[in-house]
């Protein structure tokens, strides 16, 4: 039994990944922007609540504090928050672009700071999530790719930094999943057809899938594996699509 906190609790993946974790017999804290929004999953699954936003580097470690005290460690941590930005450089405002940095980069960077510092004696597992477009590109991604090609250095170098420490760093990399924050893009069915036509095994992610992936690389199972990107993503961001 171990003790997690999942960042961005209440979306699709998160919460996905809390009833995952916790039904495997973990422990595991949450954090939301809205408490009230979390709270259909706390009365589901027993998990803690912890309210705490992206560009709140204070309340993301009162989060990872918390879950440590409660529990007496901390076995991982994983960052679910994030979001999408589908415009070209020339439209993209600097308020967009800067949102976008803070919401998927340097939220990676203030969890992984703050587990970082909980698991330096007892070591354990960090898990952010990247992206398929960071390595792959594609047109109108420019914010959203920089974002988690910077998640992707940020992961190995914290690998690099944490490996004697016992702390695994890896990464998730999606393709196109079907979520809250996707739903404008395969709701519409000539988006989700060509979506679907991009990627070779024809057709979108499911929320579960990204949060199996990420729970095997949180708990010990996985315990001879740092310092990894691993796309989930249909086989978009390695092989050919013959449709």
């Known amino acids: 039994m171990g003790a997690y906190v999942v960042l961005g609790g209440t ?5 996905a990944l809390t009833e995952r974790l916790i039904g495997s017999g973990n422990h595991v804290t949450i954090s939301a922007r809205d408490s009230e929004k979390a709270r259909p999953l706390q ?3 027993g998990c803690d609540v912890c309210q705490a936003t992206a560009d709140d580097s204070a309340s993301i470690a009162e989060a990872v504090g918390f879950a440590r005290e409660k529990h007496g460690r901390l076995d991982g941590a994983a960052n679910c928050i994030g979001s999408i930005l589908l415009k070209p450089a020339h439209l993209t405002t600097d308020d967009q672009w800067h949102e976008t940095l803070m919401t998927n980069l340097s939220s990676s960077f203030f969890l992984s700071r703050a587990a970082a510092k909980a698991m330096r004696e007892s070591g354990g597992s960090i898990v952010l999530v990247s992206s398929v477009a960071a390595r792959y590109g594609m047109a109108n991604h420019e ?4 974002a988690k090609a910077g998640v992707e250095g940020l992961t190995v170098s ?3 930094t944490y490996a004697n420490r016992g702390i695994r760093v890896n990464a998730v990399a999606p ?6 924050m996707t739903r404008s893009l ?3 069915a000539p988006i989700a057809q060509a979506s679907e036509k991009m990627h070779p095994l024809g057709r979108l992610g499911e929320p579960a899938e990204v949060a199996a992936l990420m729970a095997w690389l949180l708990e010990p199972a996985s315990g001879w594996l740092t310092g990894q990107v691993i796309g989930i993503d249909g086989g978009l961001g390695s092989i050919a699509s013959r449709r």
């Open 186 to 188: 395969w709701e519409s």
């Open 43 to 45: 009365e589901r699954t």
């Open 143 to 146: 914010a959203i790719a920089a």
């Open 158 to 160: 914290l690998a690099a």
């Open 11 to 15: 979306g699709a993946v998160g919460s």
């Open 175 to 180: 393709g196109l999943v079907k979520s809250e």
